[in-house]
């Protein structure tokens, strides 16, 4: 039996950085028919939870009727109860997901999860690498997706902040399926990105950021005619830029840049974004914007590359529940390489 009474769960009352957070025990209510309760064993920490932790998202998210949330979105963790209208073999498995973080949280012991958002996590994956990969898996999976036409033929594939959670899932999808991958990224990071197949690395301390995606482009590509896209996982690092510079904009078409593509945007951007999609299209630049976003059936394709090693979350660190606070510290110092695990309790991996 599962002690549900002591839900431990990291919240905060006010907007704000990581002082806001506290532990604290909340109720869980039984499964609904088709519901199974879960007990969390790992989280990981992704930039849109402490954007909504700040207030970036207090728009669109609120306090409601508790006065509190709950960090956090992604999880891994083992099925301990279920409704009456749920397979009684289910018990024991072990699921990974993500929760709406506008609405909810992950950073808890315990959690309700539907019957039909359920994804499985293979004997073989292990508990931490499953909680790493939801968020920032999905984010991969659209943004790929939303150049699938394009990427038919080979591409060079410039990713912007590749040391990243999202960067280096992309990096490793984008060289499965053949792309010349240039990867921009701290230079402690270069050593670390070439063992992933990249063909290049750039350091993007060293130049102004358009400056520094022009004399990429100016480099010849491995082959003739290969189309240019420019996925910046830093949150749109070039919106504002090249928003208000025409000229930038026709100069890197003029040197083949083909597709922008801004990853996880802050909401207050979304709207400028995409009104600016439209101005983008007329000078030839095609932009897509990429958000994260919950979706089972691009999870179990996230599951998929997982177990057999397509892509594979490379964990920068560790950390035990109670130092939960201490962790999301850390990850906004943007000094990690791959993810932060934070786990709940005994695991394997």
Same mark, same amino acid.
């Given at each position: 039996?599962?002690?549900?009474?002591?839900?431990?769960?990291?919240?905060?009352?006010?907007?704000?950085?990581?002082?806001?957070?506290?532990?604290?025990?909340?109720?869980?209510?039984?499964?609904?028919?088709?519901?199974?309760l879960v007990k969390v064993t790992a989280v990981s920490i992704n930039p849109v939870?402490?954007?909504?932790?700040?207030?970036?998202?207090?728009?669109?998210?609120?306090?409601?009727?508790?006065?509190?949330?709950?960090?956090?979105?992604?999880?891994?963790?083992?099925?301990?109860?279920?409704?009456?209208?749920?397979?009684?073999?289910?018990?024991?498995?072990?699921?990974?997901?993500?929760?709406?973080?506008?609405?909810?949280?992950?950073?808890?012991?315990?959690?309700?999860?539907?019957?039909?958002?359920?994804?499985?996590?293979?004997?073989?994956?292990?508990? /931490?690498?499953?909680?790493?990969?939801?968020? !920032?898996?999905?984010?991969?999976?659209? #943004? %790929? *997706? &939303?150049?699938? @036409?394009?990427?038919?033929?080979?591409?060079?594939?410039?990713?912007?902040?590749?040391?990243?959670?999202?960067? /280096?899932?992309?990096?490793?999808?984008?060289? !499965?399926?053949?792309?010349?991958?240039? #990867? %921009? *990224? &701290?230079?402690? @990071?270069?050593?670390?990105?070439?063992?992933?197949?990249?063909?290049?690395?750039?350091?993007?301390?060293n130049q102004i950021p358009i400056e520094l995606v022009q004399s990429i482009l100016?480099?010849?590509?491995?082959?003739?005619?290969?189309?240019?896209?420019?996925?910046?996982?830093?949150?749109?690092?070039?919106?504002?830029?090249?928003?208000?510079?025409?000229?930038?904009?026709?100069?890197?078409?003029?040197?083949?840049?083909?597709?922008?593509?801004?990853?996880?945007?802050?909401?207050?951007?979304?709207?400028?974004?995409?009104?600016?999609?439209?101005?983008?299209?007329?000078?030839?630049?095609?932009?897509?914007?990429?958000?994260?976003?919950?979706?089972?059936?691009?999870?179990?394709?996230?599951?998929?590359?997982?177990?057999?090693?397509?892509?594979?979350?490379?964990?920068?660190?560790?950390?035990?529940?109670?130092?939960a606070i201490e962790a999301i510290t850390y990850a906004k110092s943007h000094h990690?390489?791959?993810?932060?695990?934070?786990?709940?309790?005994?695991?394997?991996?």
């Open positions: 039996m599962c002690n549900t009474s002591n839900n431990k769960a990291l919240i905060y009352r006010a907007w704000g950085p990581s002082t806001e957070l506290f532990w604290q025990d909340i109720s869980i209510a039984k499964p609904k028919s088709n519901q199974v939870d402490w954007k909504i932790l700040a207030g970036q998202q207090r728009y669109v998210c609120s306090f409601g009727r508790r006065g509190y949330r709950v960090f956090g979105s992604d999880f891994c963790a083992t099925i301990v109860a279920i409704g009456n209208k749920v397979d009684q073999a289910l018990l024991g498995k072990r699921i990974c997901g993500m929760v709406n973080p506008l609405s909810r949280g992950s950073f808890c012991n315990y959690l309700l999860v539907a019957k039909n958002q359920l994804c499985f996590v293979p004997d073989h994956v292990s508990t /931490h690498k499953a909680a790493a990969l939801p968020a !920032a898996g999905l984010t991969v999976a659209r #943004a %790929v *997706a &939303s150049q699938k @036409k394009l990427m038919q033929k080979r591409c060079r594939c410039i990713v912007w902040g590749a040391g990243g959670g999202v960067g /280096h899932l992309l990096v490793q999808m984008l060289v !499965a399926q053949g792309q010349q991958v240039i #990867a %921009v *990224a &701290s230079e402690s @990071k270069h050593a670390w990105l070439y063992g992933l197949g990249v063909s290049t690395c750039y350091d993007y301390k100016q480099v010849q590509p491995s082959q003739e005619h290969m189309a240019n896209i420019l996925f910046d996982c830093q949150g749109g690092t070039l919106i504002d830029f090249l928003a208000c510079n025409k000229k930038a904009i026709r100069l890197l078409v003029s040197k083949g840049l083909i597709s922008y593509l801004p990853i996880s945007v802050e909401n207050k951007l979304i709207a400028k974004t995409l009104l600016k999609s439209f101005y983008f299209g007329l000078l030839g630049l095609r932009l897509n914007l990429v958000l994260a976003a919950p979706s089972v059936k691009l999870l179990r394709q996230c599951i998929e590359w997982l177990a057999n090693s397509m892509v594979v979350p490379c964990l920068d660190s560790v950390w035990k529940q109670a130092q990690a390489k791959g993810k932060i695990i934070v786990d709940f309790g005994d695991d394997d991996s």
